[in-house]
């Protein structure tokens, strides 16, 4: 499942990232989307995109495109 | 490339790193207190800030590198981060030691870079900050196990109290005495990835969420709060950057115009004019900026410091992107209404280069306060006062539309470059929110100071220059008036057959379509190095005396033919024209060393002075063919 996919509140693992057309997910790993991290779904801008994700105690804003990269595992869903 | 140039052998450098948010800046300010150097690292875009300081006896330099993520950089300021810790930047020393900031409150994430950091194999020790804000949080940092897990010296401090600085302060002055790790960090990924995890499940027991960040966010980022918010504080940046200043702005104006007359009269003769109109209008000019460069610095300081301008860029980022711009580029744009200089050096924190490149390109249109003195003297001699709908006036209205204007212009100035020669695949946005907090005073009115001072320095050494030089073409050669003529009839043909009115007269092919004569050539030739130099100089090329009567002189003012010089069509060219033209030397400086290269300046320029002529041009037909 996609990092971008998820519904806000809910928490998932990471399990991978995609290499990205720029390098960019080793920038992402880099910032801590490191496999086997527990990510959470904090809140979307109020205009639908980016959206925050708390991950290792820091909240990161990450457009579609970036959170598109990341592939998860859900472990606790929550409608918003 | 490599030249590591040793510093004396009693001269150590040690250089703070760490993550941004992590407090680096105002542990640095607070171990060095005023006594940094602001210089340019060679041949690259960022900037150094050292300072040298007396330890026990011991003189060493600190130097404060950029914020970073990781060593392998993606943004500007993290390459010269890896390659001043690497030692490949030339004439500057590969530190001697390293000082880590990390933020104690989310030291797993900050372990991942301290690894990184333990791999250059430099003598390290480590500061922890916001040590306080972990036991309001209910957690514990033990600070003695971290330091035998990691193999270097930890101190805790809390910045803003001072508490810790002293530990740091003995500790920095003797790196040769500190631990050194036995065993460097695993290097791959997922090995890292369980040394970290291992390290803070013995060192730390877990905070209760920052709910407090979360709380304040649930408003601020509210999808109708939140907006509400954000506008509200736009409102009131531009209200307190306009009105606040105002008043400050004109006693300033007053008391350099009475500080030139008392001049002229007491050194009397060309000296005392070239003093009180040359020197003195010159610098003045610059002068006046300053309570709105002051306040601009305070208000995004502060708004900086607290958290929330990360807050308005993740609030904009949506907006922004259609334009082929990022969140990040808001923060730049809005320092630009008041100077296109700051506003293009804070493009450094963007890391993607192209949107970086767009934001620092669309910069320039953004209304900034040099324009001001030039659209409200326009303004107020040709547009009449009078209610539109409730408080809003006229003249007020024509202000706000030429700021739309610009502002709209700007954006699309940025989506035709970044679907033309910026296109392509681009890094990711990534953007970090900090958690909210009280600033110090001190670290806001050092961001103040350092950002006041260095544009006076910038831009009042550019408009002096101007202004004496256009004061000098001005008078030269000088010609005695026919008989008959009074002060002013005999000032005016004084101009009119100096070098500049000559210049200004030679131009009047170029600048007929536009409706503009030798007096506003001269006035527009003066603004070429900065927009506010137009209205000295056209009091000057006018023969009026002070400011009011530049009003009543520009409205009677006529041609040899006795049409008047300024109407209705070349007041608005003209309007136009400073909305577009890029006459400012100081951002043609800074676009050139941030990109640098002069290819943007260049495109710039030209391109820019192309929109202004043409506008300018458009305007002046459409007003001609109504009237």
């Known amino acids: 499942m996609r990092l971008s996919h998820l519904p806000i509140g809910s928490e998932a693992v990471v399990r991978g990232v995609d290499p990205g057309r720029a390098g960019e997910g080793r920038r992402l790993q880099e910032i801590g989307f490191v ?5 959470r779904v904090e809140r979307r801008a109020p205009l639908g995109d980016p959206t925050v994700y708390e991950i290792r105690s820091t909240r990161l804003a990450l457009r579609r495109a970036g959170a598109d990269l990341v592939d998860v595992e859900l472990i606790e869903e929550r409608d918003a | 490339m490599k030249a590591p140039t040793l510093a004396p052998a009693d001269e150590l450098q040690v250089a703070l790193v760490g993550s941004p948010n992590a407090g680096k800046t105002s542990i640095f300010n607070a171990l060095t207190g005023m006594r940094t150097k602001t210089a ?22 600190l130097v404060d590198l950029p914020g970073t993520y990781g060593l392998e950089p993606v943004s500007p300021d993290e390459e010269v981060v890896a390659h001043a810790l690497h030692g490949e ?5 590969r530190p001697d030691a390293l000082v880590m900031v990390a933020d104690a409150t989310s030291l797993d994430r900050s372990l991942f870079l301290i690894a990184e950091f333990l791999e250059l194999d430099l003598p390290t020790c480590l500061v922890l900050t916001m040590i306080d804000e972990v036991s309001t949080r209910h957690g514990t940092v033990d600070i003695d196990r971290l330091s035998a897990a990691l193999g270097i010296p930890v101190v805790g401090v809390v910045g803003h109290r001072g508490i810790g600085l002293d530990t740091v302060r003995s500790m ?10 036995i065993l460097a960090p695993p290097a791959g990924l997922r090995e890292r990835s369980a040394w970290v995890d291992s390290i803070v499940s013995t060192v730390v027991s877990p905070l209760d969420a920052d709910t407090k960040t979360r709380r304040i966010d649930a408003v601020l980022l509210h999808p109708v709060l939140g907006v509400l918010v954000f506008a509200t504080a736009m ?21 350099l115009g009475s500080l030139a007359d008392a001049t002229r009269t007491a050194i009397g003769g060309t000296l005392g004019e070239f003093v009180a109109d040359g020197v003195i ?31 308005a860029a993740l609030l904009a980022d949506r907006v922004m992107g259609r334009f082929g711009l990022e969140g990040r ?17 804070s493009t450094r924190t963007i890391p993607n280069e192209k949107h970086r490149l767009a934001t620092m390109m669309a910069a320039p249109l953004m209304t900034c306060s040099a324009r001001l003195p030039v659209f409200t003297l326009l303004i107020s001699a040709f547009v009449s006062d009078r209610a539109v709908l409730g408080p809003i006036r006229s003249q007020g209205l024509t202000l706000f539309g030429l700021y739309l204007l610009g502002s709209v212009s700007g954006l699309a100035y940025a989506a035709v470059l970044s679907r033309t020669m910026l296109a392509g695949p681009s890094a990711p946005f990534i953007m970090e929110l900090p958690p909210y907090r009280r600033p110090t005073a001190r670290a806001v009115l050092l961001h103040v100071w350092e950002g006041a001072w260095s544009f006076v320095r910038k831009a009042g050494t550019i408009i002096l220059v101007t202004s004496v030089g256009l004061w000098a073409l001005l008078n030269v050669p000088s010609s005695t008036p026919p008989p008959g003529f009074d002060d002013a009839q005999a000032a005016s043909y004084q101009m009119e057959n100096s070098v ?25 030739l003066g603004s070429l190095a900065a927009r506010e130099v137009f209205v000295s100089t056209l009091s000057i090329t006018t023969a009026a005396e002070g400011e009011e009567a530049l009003t009543d002189r520009i409205q009677t003012l006529e041609r040899p033919d006795g049409t008047k010089v300024f109407n209705a069509a070349t007041v608005g060219a003209l309007l136009v024209f400073f909305v577009y033209a890029l006459q400012c030397f100081s951002t043609v400086a800074v676009l050139r060393r941030e990109s640098n290269s002069w290819k943007w300046p260049t495109l710039a320029m030209g391109s820019m002075f192309a929109l202004a002529y043409l506008a300018a041009y458009v305007t002046h037909t459409l007003i001609e063919a109504v009237s």
């Open chain 2, 235 to 255: 409102l009131g940046f531009f209200q307190s950057i306009f009105t606040l200043a105002t008043p400050i702005v004109d006693r300033l104006e007053a008391a």
């Open chain 1, 35 to 39: 496999p086997g991290t527990r990510v």
């Open chain 2, 40 to 61: 340019n690292y060679p041949g690259v875009t960022v900037s150094r800030r050292e300072a040298t300081v007396n330890i026990e006896g011991r003189h060493l330099t």
């Open chain 2, 329 to 345: 580029s808001f923060v730049a744009m809005l320092s630009s209404f008041a100077c296109a200089v700051p506003g293009i050096m």
């Open chain 2, 281 to 311: 209008a010159g610098v003045g000019s610059v002068l006046v900026f300053l309570p709105q460069i002051v306040l601009l610095f305070l208000i995004i300081g502060l708004l900086e410091r607290v958290g929330y301008m990360a807050r």
């Open chain 2, 500 to 524: 500049a009115g000559g210049i200004g007269k030679a131009m009047e092919p170029a600048f007929a379509p536009l409706g503009f004569e030798w007096r506003t050539n001269v006035a527009i």
């Open chain 2, 89 to 93: 930047i030339e004439g500057v020393a």
């Open chain 2, 172 to 181: 920095i002055a003797n790196p040769s005495g500190w631990e050194r790790p």
